[in-house]
């Protein structure tokens, strides 16, 4: 991903840029409602069209993999066309989409198709507010504003989760694609508060991004319908990706950071723990309303105290960064992932169980997310950390939504507490990665 520079912008003496901050952030918001909405009611989505777990998955799945893309190029386009431009065009998508997705409900492919044209204008969201806040506040108040990105993010978890369930309830989770029309509002406002800025020439890999959306999506497909055709293709993007990498001096990423043993082997375990995590959510719904018979309403709200959970824990991370090692943090949180996952087949399923399960789950991952992201980035020189972050970000994209794949394809073959203890054995299997290829390096200071 290309640098980006500074450029002054083309501002009149009235411009005020905290002014622009709330709009930017309440899209920011809203965007991951819509999105955490639509990813509870896969259930409702599957029942309605009368798709299987596999099936329905890819609308949260690819969606969350034209998030991680999106960013990526929506950090690149900042460098060339103004974030006012890219804000609005962003809304322009996600009506675009939601009014193909109500219209067209009843066909599941265009319902697909849609989800990804509304999250395409989705993405905008995350990646401008941060660089609107490096490039337009004051160094010492940035911080106060990136903080308030992460507490947003936990506090969408929340409303998202009730809003998908009780819409999905009392009225149509098809009606979820009307709700993201609200963002028309934001417009004007956008239009009147963000500042007028002078295009710059600047470079977007699309290349790149094109290689690891290919690499991707056939993990993804082969998952799916195990087709080994889908092997071949990976197998192609792969190399092809790498080659790439090694001879084009404008790839978003260079193979030197692949040759940084550390980055390399927390970019690894990152993948296959984080691939986890969605995975577990993805089936929650599911396993609740089969096992217990609730509806979707009743399930949201047993997601709260999960995610409320790690809206604590975030806040605390930078207490316990003092007292332990990200080594010690990862791997009790890995720890205590394997035990949540468990739980229920150890001490018996009910409702109270899985609730508490999913406290654990979601606390733990909150937990591990800081000390993760800091030992990928220790032994990167600080000016080439933006790149690895973004890269970073970009392969948990990607490994949520293979997660919610392969995680509703097992659905489809076995019970949902053999869907559990794999996920554990995953999660085990990620924790001796670390020990086997990060626990033995030494600590960069």
Not at 154 to 166: A, F, M, N, P
Not at 225 to 235: E, Q
Request: glycine share 6%.
């Amino acid at each position: 991903m290309a640098t980006r520079t500074e450029q002054t912008p083309q501002t009149t003496p009235a411009f005020q840029p905290k002014r622009a901050v709330p709009v930017i952030l309440l899209f920011f918001v809203f965007a991951l409602i819509v999105d955490n909405s639509f990813k509870l009611v896969s259930v409702a989505i599957a029942d309605d069209l009368g798709i299987s777990a596999a099936a329905v998955s890819w609308q949260a799945s690819l969606a969350g993999l034209v998030i991680g893309i999106g960013a990526v190029i929506y950090a690149s386009l900042a460098d060339t066309i103004s974030i006012r431009k890219l804000l609005s065009a962003g809304i322009i998508l996600i009506c675009i989409g939601s009014i193909i997705g109500f219209i067209f409900q009843h066909s599941y492919l265009l319902v697909i198709i849609a989800r990804m044209i509304q999250t395409a204008g989705l993405a905008a969201a995350e990646t401008l507010y941060v660089i609107y806040v490096t490039k337009h506040l004051p160094k010492e108040e940035q911080k106060k504003f990136l903080g308030l990105s992460t507490s947003s993010y936990s506090l969408s978890l929340v409303i998202g989760s009730i809003t998908g369930g009780y819409v999905s309830t009392y009225l149509s989770w098809s009606t979820l694609f009307l709700i993201p029309l609200l963002s028309l509002i934001l417009l004007p406002f956008i239009l009147k508060y963000l500042p007028k800025e002078q295009s710059r020439k600047s470079h977007v890999d699309f290349i790149g991004l094109l290689l690891i959306s290919a690499i991707a999506t056939s993990v993804m497909m082969y998952l799916t319908d195990f087709n080994w055709i889908f092997i071949v293709i990976f197998a192609a993007a792969a190399g092809l990706f790498l080659g790439y990498i090694t001879k084009s001096k404008k790839s978003f990423i260079g193979i030197s950071f692949f040759q940084n043993k550390r980055f390399a082997a927390v970019l690894a375990i990152a993948f296959v723990i984080y691939s986890v995590q969605l995975g577990y959510i993805f089936i929650f719904p599911f396993l609740l309303q089969k096992m217990y018979n609730l509806q979707l309403d009743t399930i949201s709200l047993l997601l709260i105290p999960g995610y409320v959970t790690a809206i604590l824990v975030g806040s605390l991370s930078g207490k316990i960064a003092k007292v332990l090692t990200n080594k010690q943090a990862v791997s009790i949180a890995m720890l205590i992932i394997v035990c949540s996952l468990a739980l229920p087949g150890l001490i018996g399923g009910s409702v109270i169980v899985y609730v508490l399960s999913m406290l654990l789950f979601s606390g733990s991952f909150a937990f591990m997310y800081a000390p993760m992201l800091d030992s990928c980035i220790r032994s990167i020189p600080v000016e080439r950390s933006g790149t690895a972050i973004g890269f970073y970000n970009l392969v948990l994209n990607v490994a949520v939504s293979i997660g919610i794949t392969y995680t509703a394809s097992l659905m489809d073959v076995v019970s949902f507490g053999t869907v559990l203890w794999i996920l554990a054995a995953i999660t085990l299997f990620a924790l001796l990665m670390y020990g086997l290829l990060v626990g033995r390096l030494t600590e960069p200071k």
